[in-house]
């Protein structure tokens, strides 16, 4: 086992005090920089760092980034929230690092789509019916893959068939 615990912060963000949504830390007992590379691989991490070591994934539309010694979960409901997703992602790091001879390391990101490539295919009308404010914030949330070919009434059939086939190259876990 490499991480026995941690001791878990939660808050609200500050530059926004009415938002609904809390953040958490929880800062780990031990120091799991080593995993980092592996859980890069079995999570999908679509941001990696190298020094200092960190990982970034989304997991059920939250972003979790996780340090040597921290992990940060962002816009969850509540505490309860939190305390699933941090036993779940201390079961992970375990079970990956358990497992690490069978896993290959990564220190590459994964491939993150191309904003002007989506945005070239979006009607650029900027009508509101996706429920974003312009194409512009649509595209930017396909890109962050909470929102895909599927959102925007306006796209041609052509088009969504080739917002889409971009889109299937690109690992999006929004479950």
Known sequence: MLLSGYTKEIFRSKCMPGARSIHCYAYLNEDVGKVIPYLNTVLGGTSFTREPPSVTFKVQGKLISVHAGKIAVNALKDENEADKILQWLQNQINITWEDRKDIKPSFESAPKPVLTRILKLLPKTNCRECNS??????????????K?????????VENKEQLQHYL????????
Do not use: H, K, W, Y
């Open 133 to 146: 404010p312009t194409c512009m914030v649509f595209a930017i949330r396909v890109m962050e893959g909470i």
């Open 168 to 175: 299937s190259q690109f690992d999006f876990d929004n479950s």
């Open 148 to 156: 895909d070919q599927n959102d925007c009434p306006g796209l041609s």
